[in-house]
Each structure stands twice: as structure tokens, then as C-alpha cells.
């Protein structure tokens, strides 16, 4: 099986793939937590802005762990819903008002926590590489790709050192293009691919960004 040092060296390997497509006028967005320090060497690699894409799930009442859609940052946030689970549950976007309002605020505070108010990058135009430390089920990934487009970049690119294959196929039609380093047959969970792969804290998130800033 095919392993990864850590996220450092996961997106060390991930850059130089990025870097061989020679995407225009990026921008790299990271999911964060653990994706942040995957796409640092991305950004550095193709001397591109690094920023996080914030989503936050939305839950079904009563049943908050089923995912009902996710609110993904923009200005303003955009929601975005599965359709199925809405049409058999018998609920609308309205009956998600409550929800949507309370994520809308839990995002603008975790920039603020990670990037002191810093305002997000304008994509208008840009490419959007989208970046994490992996896949596994991709509804987190799916949100965040869907709600990207209402941002405006130009193109939409996935990035990833490793995720199943049948997850991979169903993101396809949501990204421009994906680049993923790995795709195992065997696959059962994203930090099994890594030697180290521990949590990833608010101050660790924080400290890669600012040596981001340090790098323009």
C-alpha cells in the first residue's frame, strides 16, 4: 500500500502534479483542517495565494449528523442541498433559514480564528485549485466544489494525494479537472495512507497561513 510520510510530504508530491498541469492565474484553497498543510507546498510550488474554503454541514431537525446539504463560504455564503433527501423528507431550503444563518456565523468566526479577519481571495476569473489531505466519502468535497462556481473562477480543479476510486468518478462533473495521486483498490480510511497523521490544531492552521503571507 502506497503511503505518505505526512500531509508536508503528501503535498510536497501533490504539488509537483499540480504544478506539471500549469493551472492560470491560480488560487489554492484548502479544506481546512488537515488539508492546510497538504496545500501549502501547492501554493508555494505554483506561486500561487493560499486560503481556506470554509464549509459547514447543515443537518436534518432532529437528525443533525444526517447531512441535509452544507453551507459553503462566499459572499454570500452559498447553500447547497441534496435534492433527494429534501424531496423524501418533505422539507424546503426555507425550513433551513435557522441553520443557514447559524453556519453563516460559525464560518465567520472560524476566519477570523485562522485568519484574523483576513478577507477571502477574489476567484473571479482565477483558477480554484481545491485542496485536502483526502477523500473518503466526498460529501464534504462535493459541497465545497458545488457552492465554489457562485464565486466565479474561472475553472474549478480538485486536488488530493489519495481517495477511492468510485468516489473520485462521482466528483468528476463538478470539477474542471482532478488530480489524485493515489486511488487504492483497498481503500478503507484517508490517514491509513499516512505514516503521521494527527490532528491538525486551530494555532497549527493558523501558523501555515501566516508563512504563507510571509512567502508573498
Not at 452544507?70 to 447553500?79: H, K, N, Q, R, S
Not at 476569473?125 to 477523500?135: F, K, Q, Y
Not at 474542471?176 to 503521521?196: E, K, M, N
Amino acid at each position: 500500500m502506497f503511503m505518505f510520510s505526512d500531509r508536508t510530504d503528501a503535498g510536497e508530491r501533490l504539488a509537483e502534479a499540480v504544478a506539471k498541469a500549469e493551472p492560470a492565474d491560480p488560487v489554492v484553497l484548502a479544506l481546512p483542517r488537515g488539508g492546510v498543510p497538504v496545500a501549502l507546498p501547492v501554493a508555494r510550488a505554483l506561486d500561487a495565494p493560499l486560503d481556506l474554503l470554509l464549509v459547514r454541514k447543515i443537518g436534518m431537525p432532529g437528525q443533525l449528523e444526517l447531512a441535509a446539504g452544507a453551507l459553503v463560504e462566499g459572499d454570500p455564503p452559498e447553500a447547497v442541498y441534496n435534492a433527494g433527501i429534501l424531496r423524501l423528507s418533505g422539507l424546503s431550503e426555507d425550513d433551513f433559514a435557522g441553520q443557514v444563518a447559524e453556519k453563516t456565523e460559525e464560518i465567520a468566526e472560524r476566519r477570523r480564528l485562522w485568519l484574523e479577519d483576513r478577507a477571502p481571495v477574489p476567484l473571479e476569473g482565477r483558477t480554484a485549485v481545491v485542496v485536502d489531505d483526502g477523500i473518503a466519502t466526498g460529501a464534504t468535497v462535493r459541497a465545497a466544489l458545488s457552492g465554489l462556481r457562485a464565486r466565479g473562477p474561472a475553472s474549478v480543479w480538485l486536488a488530493v494525494p489519495v481517495a477511492p476510486a468510485d468516489t473520485l468518478r462521482a466528483l468528476r462533473p463538478l470539477a474542471d479537472r482532478v488530480i489524485c495521486l493515489s486511488t487504492p483498490a483497498d481503500f478503507q480510511a484517508v490517514g491509513l495512507h499516512y505514516r503521521r497523521f494527527g490532528q491538525v490544531s486551530d494555532a497549527e492552521v493558523a501558523e501555515l497561513i501566516r508563512q504563507d503571507d510571509s512567502e508573498e
